[in-house]
Antibody, heavy 117, light 110 residues
């Protein structure tokens, strides 16, 4: 059975950087891309980007380009999402998700990041 | 990368059928048969219910079906049940190897 377990909630000040982890088990880590999705309070889902754990190739959404870094550590089967220059609008739940190339049946439990001075 | 357009809310009575539309452009929905739909209950992670426009993952009720015409994809839920009360999001592959979600639709089962 596939499991994605994310790190715990974070509180950060504006301008800081947050790094969230996503530990994956139940399949070969390099088989599937890992995506990250943002959901602000009361808002919809927003795709942030992906990493291919096989070759570390990344693709980012235009909105987050320059502020987001997604990585994958094949030694621990863990993906990471780092978001810098945090502002209040980045307060959100962040999900990691994975599956086949065109659809994502497996999701982490979500990590709440609160940006507040 | 603009969000796909979905109605903010839809509603129906138990037993009825409803359809949620998802309108994109020739840069996403219109060019690829790679539209998926997710159901999200309050406080929970999204759940995949349709992928590749019309395919259902194992375990998903056959009351859920998907289709696409031009730049618009649709999710139909037949035989509405109280447990279908949730938020629904479409998602499409887009040019530049990116992905884009719809704004989400709140389904209320009356």
């Amino acid at each position: 059975e596939v499991h994605l377990v994310q790190s715990g909630a974070e509180v950060k000040k504006p301008g800081a950087t947050v790094k969230i982890s996503c530990k994956i088990s139940g399949y070969t880590f390099t088989d599937y891309y890992i995506h990250w999705v943002q959901q602000a309070p009361g808002k919809g889902l927003e795709w942030m980007g992906l990493v291919d754990p096989e070759d570390d190739e990344t693709i980012y959404a235009e909105k987050f380009q320059g502020r987001v870094t997604i990585t994958a550590d094949t030694s621990t089967d863990t993906a990471y999402m780092e978001l810098s220059s945090l502002r209040s609008e980045d307060t959100a739940v962040y999900y990691c998700t994975t599956g086949a190339r065109t659809n994502w049946p497996h999701w982490g439990q979500g990590t709440l990041v609160t940006v507040s001075s | 990368q603009s969000a796909l357009t979905q109605p903010a809310s839809v509603s129906g009575s138990p037993g009825q059928s409803i359809t949620i539309s998802c309108t994109g452009t020739s840069n996403d929905v219109g060019s690829y048969n790679l539209v998926s739909w997710y159901q999200q209950l309050p406080g929970k992670a999204p759940k995949l219910i349709i992928y590749d426009v019309s395919k259902r993952p194992s375990g998903v009720s056959n009351r859920f079906s998907g289709s696409k015409s031009g730049n618009t994809a649709s999710l139909t839920i037949s035989g509405l049940q109280a447990e279908d009360d949730a938020d629904y999001y479409c998602c499409s592959y887009a040019r530049g190897s990116t992905w884009v979600f719809g704004g989400g639709s709140k389904l209320t089962v009356l």
